[in-house]
């Protein structure tokens, strides 16, 4: 994509995971989680990975991480290829890149106080070793997520489910981070709190610089923090553009139908429903040709036996990726 100074560029990355069968534990085949997939993050600015349960994001989110080694492919962040640096080397670069978790129940340690959590970091990191300036540091923290500074004391188990994601949030800001990975972070909460959610981690984007790649299954949640979208479906983006192209005119059957599914917010409004047959393949064993050939209304023969590449069917200015031999001119 045009634009800014590229923060963070993946090139080809995969992961593969090893199926074990048989009598002796033989390596009888791999689950393609993230197949080749190659994209830039801007600084400043938002990605938003959508798609369904199941197609690779979450995994995607957490090799780029590191938090799982790649297969192959290069993650390229300011310029140096950190896909194979050693763990001391990564370790320092975890100041920088930072993740937020999906389940803010599951995410933060119990027998811990809030402020033992928010001053992990600082620990790890040898930063504000004087006892005072740390909880100077945390009660800061608390104060940017709009909690109050006297939760410092209590436990994860005293605070709801968009409180808990408000410490989460804390927690990943606390070392100044440059990107963060937000792996559906508001998908666990109640539908009147995740906007409140999604305002705050805007708020800090515009105020901090961050660069954040969004991870979700629900295009409505993710539209508005967006500013491009890659749209995934087993292990592999089938279209990439900015959020304003892809609401406004999606190519790809599969881009077509997630869209469709979204909720009119207009009371009375109707729009034509595209339902998706059929189940998602196997990623140990993906359909040949074109992935989403077995769930897709408009395959023909070249769908089934020639995978299709990323073409731009945009502008140089504005950039439209799509996976799709027929993208544009697709009829039932």
Same mark, same amino acid.
């Given at each position: 994509?045009?634009?800014?100074t ?6 080809n ?7 074990q069968g048989?009598?002796?534990g ?9 197949d080749?997939i190659?994209?830039t993050?801007r600084?400043?600015?938002?990605? #938003? ?6 197609? *690779?994001k979450?995994?995607? #989110?957490?090799t780029?991480?590191?938090l799982?080694?790649?297969?192959g ?5 300011e *310029? ?10 990564m370790r320092a ?8 978790f ?5 995410s933060?340690?119990?027998? @811990?106080?809030?402020r033992?959590?928010l001053?992990?970091?600082?620990e ?7 006892a005072a300036?740390?909880?100077t540091?945390v009660i800061e ?5 709009g909690?109050?500074?006297e ?20 927690r990943?800001l606390?070392l100044k981070p440059?990107?963060i ?17 999604l305002?705050?981690m @805007? ?7 961050l660069?954040?790649?969004f ?14 979208i ?23 059957p ?20 595209k339902?998706?047959? *059929? ?9 040949? #040709? ?23 069917m #945009? ?5 439209h990726?799509v ?5 544009g001119?697709?009829?039932?």
């Amino acid at each position: 994509m045009s634009g800014s100074t590229p923060l963070l560029e993946v090139k080809n990355l995969q992961k593969y995971f090893p199926v074990q069968g048989g009598f002796f534990g033989q390596v009888i085949g791999r689950v393609h989680a993230v197949d080749n997939i190659s994209f830039t993050v801007r600084k400043g600015k938002t990605l #938003g990975l959508v798609g369904e349960s199941g197609c *690779g994001k979450s995994t995607l #989110g957490r090799t780029i991480l590191r938090l799982t080694e790649p297969s192959g492919g290069e993650i390229i962040y300011e *310029g140096k290829n950190i896909s194979k640096i050693s763990s001391p080397e990564m370790r320092a670069l975890r100041k920088d890149l930072q993740i937020i978790f999906q389940d803010p129940f599951a995410s933060l340690n119990p027998r @811990m106080s809030i402020r033992e959590i928010l001053s992990e970091p600082f620990e790890i990191h040898g930063l504000y070793p004087d006892a005072a300036e740390r909880r100077t540091q945390v009660i800061e923290l608390l104060k940017e997520v709009g909690l109050n500074p006297e939760a410092a004391d209590r436990y994860p188990h005293e605070f709801s489910g968009g409180q808990r994601q408000r410490i989460g949030i804390a927690r990943a800001l606390a070392l100044k981070p440059k990107l963060i990975v937000a792996d559906e972070p508001v998908s666990a909460l109640d539908v009147s709190i995740q906007s409140q959610i999604l305002n705050l981690m @805007m708020d800090l984007r515009d105020k901090y610089g961050l660069s954040y790649i969004f991870i979700a299954h629900d295009l409505a949640v993710i539209e508005h923090i967006s500013d491009e979208i890659a749209v995934m479906y087993l292990g592999k983006i089938v279209e990439h553009t900015d959020s304003r192209s892809l609401y406004r005119q999606p190519l790809h059957p599969y881009t077509q139908a997630l869209i469709s599914s979204i909720p009119e917010p207009k009371v009375g409004a109707k729009k034509e429903r595209k339902v998706l047959q *059929g189940d998602v393949p196997s990623p140990i064993n993906p359909p040949a #040709g074109c992935r989403f050939n077995t769930r897709c209304p408009y395959a023909k023969d070249q769908c089934r036996s020639e995978e299709p590449v990323l073409r731009n069917m #945009g502008s140089t200015e504005t950039p439209h990726w799509v996976a799709c031999h027929f993208a544009g001119e697709l009829t039932e």
